[in-house]
């Protein structure tokens, strides 16, 4: 219809237009077919809790005109170029003039020039708006009581839960929510545990600082003209990994390196595994641990595959209670509250996967991982009791080390030849070095009574007597009249030649000096050992800090009930 421009235009716009009505007429229809779903469903959710009713949030209502509208443009009913042309034949009464123009191409004949003539001429005169007008105000008013009903349903409509469906759905919501943010936590905890290790390789601070120990042992010489220098080595190494044994020797490691496994199993888990397990952790392995951990999720896998529900209730409890065990185990001997994290996280994950049957492979591959994590937890805590093991292995060999540097005997290639490879190693050597003069244990030299082996006149205590160190022979079974008895008053410096005891009040002042007096004298001990070296250095600040607190206490404190004197040599 190339040749008919004014009939073509026409026939098209107002086919536009009745397919704009055609859509706006569907949309309408679906509006009221989805609102009073909507409705019916919101109705059905706040009564009976069938549905869940965190679907029926306010902006939900959005949901309604949206999908009105999908549903309207697709199933609206489409016109055709034949429905327009019959409408403005009669909107005009053209008595068919414009189906006949929309037919021209399958028809032949000689009066189609007169039938174009004349359709050009009516189409100047029709409006398309006139052939099809929109009628959307009748329309208005039940979109808009629909929409307001809807409001007024959501707002006032209140929620019961009869069959405790509400409830039930909350509880699977939390719960899947709660497995969702354990899996992050396992995650991240993961991430960190490995890339700690990753930095604790060959470049930990731990592995650095015993390496230079190492190597400034294999360069000492026995001669006097080295001994400042050696001196000066020793002492700075002992600073640098004194200050590294404060910063490794935590409260927590410290209580369950000093941890003893009572007679009493804890749970279903034996004594003896405990006892393995801890004095393993201690030693600096992890190996026992990791065995039990492994038997879990073996067992984890096989809970999967029960489809007997008595039969899988009852090896899911089995389950729990060893893990339980292993985290109270954690918690009351290994005293790491990240590997009691794990197991504890582990049991819920899996308990998540027996309420909800829905959630169960999700939730036993989380408990898997939650092992996986209490393994690498188990392997971390027992390298940090293993570097600190070593650092007090070297803190030791420092020691003896100074000792014998003083005596010149601190022999590097005497130290080789022997084999030393290990800082356990030294700290053997230099103790038996040490022991062979006598310093630690063994014969002694001194000023006996008795006859000398010697020259001279007079009278003399004789020369130089030799005295044999051993214990003397004992008979155990021999009955004797010995008892047992211990004094209740307290300790005091020197010999107590005299006492006596009387009744009524005590001096104050007199009860604070006698006590003070015998406590700055132990102090002064303590203090000598110390300044020997003869106290490890790792536990210097603690027994200082430990008399000062008593210090504090017997200045605070009253006078006895007695009152005693005493003579002192």
């Known amino acids: 219809m190339s040749d008919l421009p004014n009939a073509s235009s026409l026939i098209h716009r107002v086919a536009t237009r009745l397919r704009i009505s055609a859509i706006a007429r569907a949309t309408y229809l679906a509006f009221l077919w989805v609102g009073g779903a909507y409705m019916v469903a919101l109705l059905v959710s706040r009564l009976t809790g069938y549905i869940p009713v965190e679907w029926f949030q306010p902006v939900s209502v959005a949901v309604v005109p949206v999908l009105a509208l999908i549903l309207g443009t697709i199933f609206h009913k489409r016109p055709s170029v034949v429905d327009s042309a019959r409408s403005i034949d009669r909107h005009a009464d053209a008595k068919d003039l414009f189906l006949t123009v929309s037919r021209l191409d399958e028809s032949a004949g000689g009066y189609q020039e007169l039938v174009k003539q004349d ?14 007008p929109y009628h959307f105000n009748n329309r208005v008013a039940p979109v808009f009581g629909t929409a307001v009903v809807l409001a007024l349903c959501l707002w006032l409509v209140p929620e019961f839960d009869p069959f405790g469906i509400a409830e039930a759905s909350e509880a699977r919501a939390n719960a899947a929510k709660v497995l969702d943010q354990s899996k992050k936590a396992t995650v991240a905890r993961a991430k960190q545990l490995k890339k700690d290790e990753e930095d604790g390789g060959e470049n930990s601070e731990t592995r650095k600082e015993l390496k230079k120990l190492t190597e400034g042992l294999k360069k ?24 590294l044994f404060s910063k490794k020797n935590t409260k927590a490691l410290r209580e369950m390196l000093s941890k003893k496994i009572s007679d009493a199993g804890l749970g279903s888990m034996s004594n003896e595994k405990m006892k393995k397990m801890l004095k393993e952790l201690q030693d600096g392995k992890s190996q026992a641990l990791a065995e039990e951990l492994k038997s879990l999720k073996n067992q984890l896998k096989e809970l999967s595959n029960i489809k007997d529900p008595a039969e899988r209730q009852k090896k899911a409890r089995e389950i729990k209670q060893q893990m339980q065990d292993l985290a109270n185990f954690a918690k009351d001997k290994a005293n790491s509250k990240k590997l009691a994290e794990a197991l504890e996280r582990a049991m819920q994950q899996m308990q998540a996967g027996q309420d909800n049957p829905k959630m169960s492979r999700e939730a036993m591959k989380a408990a898997m991982e939650s092992l996986d994590l209490s393994e690498m937890e188990a392997k971390d805590l027992a390298k940090a009791a293993k570097e600190l093991k070593k650092l007090e292995e070297a803190l030791n060999a420092i020691q003896m080390a100074r000792q014998l540097n003083e005596q010149d005997r601190l022999d590097a290639a005497e130290m080789e030849s022997e084999g030393i490879a290990s800082l356990e190693d030294y700290e053997d050597f230099f103790q038996e070095m040490l022991a062979e003069r006598g310093e630690s244990m063994g014969e002694g030299e001194g000023e006996g009574d008795g006859e000398g082996e010697g020259e001279g006149d007079g009278d003399g205590t004789g020369g130089e007597g030799q005295g044999r160190g051993g214990k003397s022979p004992e008979d155990d079974s021999t009955k004797t009249g010995f008892k047992k008895e211990e004094s209740k008053q307290e300790l005091q410096a020197g010999k107590n030649i005299l006492s006596w005891k009387t009744k009524g009040m005590s001096d104050t002042g007199e009860y604070k000096k006698k006590v003070g007096d015998s406590l700055n004298t132990v102090k002064q001990g303590v203090s000598e050992a110390i300044r020997k070296e003869e106290v490890p250095p790792g536990y210097q600040d603690g027994i200082k800090k430990y008399f000062d607190n008593i210090e504090d206490v017997v200045t605070k404190k009253a006078a006895p009930a007695t009152k005693a004197g005493s003579g002192k040599k």
Do not use: C, H, Y
Request: aromatic share 2%.
């Open 220 to 243: 000492m010489k026995p001669e006097r003209s080295k001994r400042v220098d050696q001196e000066k080595f020793l002492v700075k190494r002992k600073q640098s990994t004194n200050k």
């Open 119 to 132: 359709a050009e001429k009516k189409s100047e005169g029709i409006e398309p708006a006139g052939v099809v």
